[in-house]
């Protein structure tokens, strides 16, 4: 199985995904590792990615999840997934679930501006805002709780 945490910059992906992963015993994996050096410099210098950046990015985590499927491994991924193209092209099968981690853009302001030695420039949340199309189909949970409480919700949600 694979569960992708997806939401804006600063949404609590990483943080999240850890403590889930380590709950569950599974694998965690962070989208971010899967940009081209010219993604992330780009984000660097706040510069918002549009869908050509992203397009080489969404098809190395495709081939990824495709990979992990074939395994015995349960994967937790980080990954902000904003729009419904490319959720759909993550979603391939019936062992990938979504959870949409979802904030306030003053909440997630806060943890920005309290946030160090991340490549992304927190300026860019306006355009991940902008970016974002919520998910309506999935499981939500708000991030304004504390980690444990949102990981036991997702455990719950998601019956893991």
């Given amino acids: 199985m694979v569960i992708i945490l997806m939401g804006v910059t600063g949404s609590g992906k990483t943080t999240i995904g850890l403590a889930l992963a380590e709950s569950l015993q599974w694998q965690f994996v962070d989208a971010d590792e899967f940009h081209s050096p010219a993604n992330v410099a780009k984000m660097r210098a706040g510069l918002p990615l549009d869908d050509a950046d992203r397009a080489p990015w969404l098809a190395a985590l495709h081939d990824a999840i495709a990979g992990w499927l074939e395994t015995p491994a349960n994967v937790v991924l980080a990954c902000s997934a904003l729009k419904q193209a490319y959720r759909r092209?993550?979603?391939?099968?019936?062992?990938?679930?979504?959870?949409?981690?979802?904030?306030?853009?003053?909440?997630?302001?806060?943890r920005l501006s309290q946030r160090h030695g991340h490549y992304m420039d927190p300026n860019l949340l306006a355009s991940q805002f902008a970016t974002l199309e919520e998910?309506?189909?999935?499981?939500?949970?708000?991030?304004?709780?504390?980690?444990?409480?949102?990981?036991?919700?997702?455990?719950?949600?998601?019956?893991v």
Avoid at 95 to 106: C, E, F, T
Avoid at 135 to 159: C, F, M, W, Y
């Fill in 89 to 110: 092209q993550l979603l391939m099968d019936s062992k990938v679930k979504l959870v949409y981690l979802r904030g306030s853009r003053n909440l997630i302001s806060k």
């Fill in 135 to 159: 998910p309506h189909d999935t499981v939500v949970v708000d991030v304004e709780a504390n980690v444990p409480d949102i990981v036991a919700q997702v455990r719950k949600s998601l019956g």
